[in-house]
């Protein structure tokens, strides 16, 4: 590997921790989206934004402006999502359930819970896998990814039970939409409570961490220490035992559409190929495919107005609408 791709690697990666220990949501105004005169999504989205009109944060830059403070807070939740009095529709019939990415403590949603919630859907947001016995600490989704999928197995059936509905819609990032979700929808009958899965830069298949990861790498000895102290890390690396035995009948099962929405310059479920999932019932997404300004990768790719955009189309397919092409950063997101 050349010294310029690891500078590059250790940027983004740097960059990645820095959001997980210091990010926090203080909000900005929300920027409407394109969309065509006349169609269902936009009569949609205007009623919802005559009701509600959340703000969305587009960029990563709001976070880190706000501190610590607000991801301390214990119970905090994303606006819009966890709201006791959200009702189901015809034109919204499930519930949909916010997955967790690695570290992650409901932070990464204040751009995806309000943009849906502005359309109509209702957003719940949880917090699993954490292995410190403190109920809200801020750095969750870092245990047994299989215990974690028990977790968000008992959690459907609550919103399933409190909404009184056969299945629910899940999106998760990264290990939310990867493993924990496949290992659930795979092993513990959840193919039959989900109708819509999508998946953002998810860590399908394991992952490499562009190179770092890799045996050849760690040493002998780190992937085993990796595993022991942060279940979830070794776990989600790939050639694990869980990553093969996860996806070893094939990538999906009966039942649900799976969505994933994919960067070429994902720098963390790497090589980015390996997140696009086989099936008869997958839509696969790439986001570079007739828009090359999008430079999203891991990160920046929950902060785009394209990804949650591509979100809602395979939540509502009957409304989808065309998603333009605008310039995402690196490191940042949409901006609008």
């Given amino acids: 590997m050349s010294t ?111 943009y849906l919630t502005n359309q109509g859907f209702c957003v719940r947001s949880f917090n699993y896998g954490n292995i410190t016995g403190v109920d809200q600490f801020p750095i969750q989704a870092i245990g047994d990814i299989e215990k974690s999928a028990e977790e968000l197995a008992a959690y459907v059936d609550e919103v399933r039970a409190e909404y009184g509905v056969d299945k629910v819609d899940l999106i998760g990032w990264s290990q939310g939409g990867g493993m924990t979700p496949h290992y659930y929808l795979n092993f513990l009958g959840g193919a039959e409570k989900v109708d819509r899965f999508v998946a953002i830069a998810p860590g399908n298949h394991g992952t490499d961490g562009s190179g770092l990861l890799r045996a050849d790498t760690l040493g002998p000895l780190a ?43 994902d720098e963390i479920a790497t090589p980015y190929a390996n997140q696009f999932l086989e099936g008869d ?15 999203s990768e891991h990160i920046s790719i929950g902060f785009s107005s394209r990804t949650w955009h591509f979100v809602s189309n395979a939540l509502a397919p009957a409304e989808s609408t065309p998603v333009p092409c605008i310039r995402v950063y690196p490191f940042i997101g949409s901006l609008r």
Avoid at 231 to 256: I, K, M
Avoid at 281 to 295: H, S, W, Y
């Fill in 223 to 265: 992937q085993p220490i990796l595993r022991a102290l942060l279940p979830a890390f070794g776990q989600q690396v790939a050639g694990s035992e869980l990553a093969e035995r996860v996806y070893a009948d094939g990538d999906t099962r009966p039942g649900p559409h799976y969505t994933t929405i994919v960067s070429k310059h």
């Fill in 281 to 295: 019932n997958v839509t696969n997404i790439l986001l570079q495919d007739g828009c090359a300004q999008d430079q």
């Fill in 4 to 114: 310029t791709s690891t500078r590059w690697i250790h940027r983004g990666v740097s960059a990645l921790l820095g959001l997980v220990l210091v990010a926090a949501p203080v909000m900005s105004p929300a920027q409407a989206e394109p969309t065509n005169d006349g169609s269902d999504r936009a009569a949609t989205e205007q009623a919802a934004t005559d009701q509600a009109d959340l703000p969305v944060v587009w960029n990563t830059g709001t976070l880190l402006f706000g501190g610590l403070a607000r991801t301390l807070v214990p119970g905090w939740v994303p606006a819009g999502a966890n709201d006791p009095d959200c009702k189901l529709t015809e034109e919204r019939p499930r519930p949909v359930i916010l997955v967790n990415f690695t570290t992650g403590s409901g932070w990464e949603w204040v751009a995806g819970s309000p």
